[in-house]
C-alpha cells in the first residue's frame, strides 16, 4: 500500500536558517503530494502541493518539488520565521486533483524556530 | 465562508460509553472524509464518502466505530463502546470532487478523552 516517510522533529532552527524537511513516499500509480501545516490546537491547512513529476509547488515562500526519480517530495525554504514554527505533513493521494480520495500521511516534523 | 465545522472541540467519557463525534462539512463540498490522530500511528484515514455514499471504510478500526452522513451538509462517527485506546484527536475533512481542484479542507478536530 501507499506510505508516505518524513525526518521526525523535533527540527530547531534560528530564525532565518534554511530549511529541508525530507518526505519520501512509496506509491501505486501516480499520486499527487502535499504539504500540510498545523499550528497548535488547530486543523490541518494545505501550504502546497504537486500533481505530477517535475511540479514544484510553492507558497508563502516554501516550496517543494515533485521527483519521481528519488520519489521524493522536500519541503524548503530560505529564510524561517518564528511564525513558521508548527507541525508538518507530507501527504499523497489518488484520483482528480489528487485529493479526491482520502490522503496517506507521514508521521509530521514538528519544526521549532527559535528568535 | 464558514469552513469545516466540528463538535464537541473536546469529550472526555467513560470507556463503555457511546461516543458521537459531528461534523459539518463547507457548503457546496460533496466529499467528506474522517480521519483519526494520535502520536503512536500519526494522522489514519478511517472512512470518506462521497456525495454521502461511503466510498471507503476499510480504515475503521473496528465494529465499534460507525460512520453516517444523512445528508450532505451532516456526518457522524460513533463509538460504541468507547475504550481507551480510541483516546485520540479526530478531524472531519470535505473537499469538492472536481477536476483539478481536490483539496481537502480541515476542521479544528474533536479531542476525544476515554478514561
Known amino acids: 500500500g501507499d506510505s508516505v516517510t518524513q525526518m521526525e522533529g523535533p527540527v530547531t532552527l534560528s530564525e532565518e536558517a534554511f530549511l529541508t524537511i525530507n518526505c519520501t513516499y512509496t506509491a501505486t500509480g501516480y499520486p499527487s503530494l502535499f504539504w500540510y501545516v498545523q499550528y497548535p490546537g488547530e486543523g490541518l491547512q494545505l501550504l502546497l502541493k504537486a500533481t505530477k513529476a517535475d511540479d514544484k509547488g510553492s507558497n508563502k515562500g516554501f516550496e517543494a518539488t515533485y521527483r519521481k526519480e528519488t520519489t521524493s517530495f522536500h519541503l524548503e525554504k530560505g529564510s524561517v520565521q518564528v511564525s513558521d514554527s508548527a507541525v508538518y505533513f507530507c501527504?499523497?493521494?489518488?484520483?482528480?486533483?489528487?485529493?479526491?480520495?482520502?490522503?496517506?500521511f507521514g508521521k509530521g516534523t514538528h519544526l521549532i524556530i527559535q528568535p | 465562508d464558514a469552513g469545516v465545522i466540528q463538535s464537541p472541540r473536546h469529550e472526555v467519557t467513560e470507556m463503555g460509553q457511546e461516543v458521537t463525534l459531528r461534523c459539518k462539512p463547507i457548503s457546496g463540498h460533496n466529499s467528506l472524509f474522517w480521519y483519526r490522530q494520535t502520536m503512536m500511528r500519526g494522522l489514519e484515514l478511517l472512512i470518506y464518502f462521497n456525495n454521502n455514499v461511503p466510498i471507503d471504510d476499510s480504515g475503521m478500526p473496528e465494529d465499534r466505530f460507525s460512520a453516517k452522513m444523512p445528508n450532505a451538509s451532516f456526518s457522524t462517527l460513533k463509538i460504541q463502546p468507547s475504550e481507551p485506546r480510541d483516546s485520540a484527536v479526530y478531524f472531519c475533512?470535505?473537499?469538492?470532487?472536481?477536476?483539478?481542484?481536490?483539496?481537502?479542507?480541515f476542521g479544528p478536530g474533536t479531542r476525544l478523552t476515554v478514561t
Open positions: 501527504a499523497l493521494g489518488h484520483g482528480g486533483g489528487g485529493g479526491a480520495d482520502g490522503l496517506t
Open positions: 475533512a470535505s473537499s469538492l470532487r472536481s477536476s483539478g481542484r481536490t483539496e481537502q479542507y
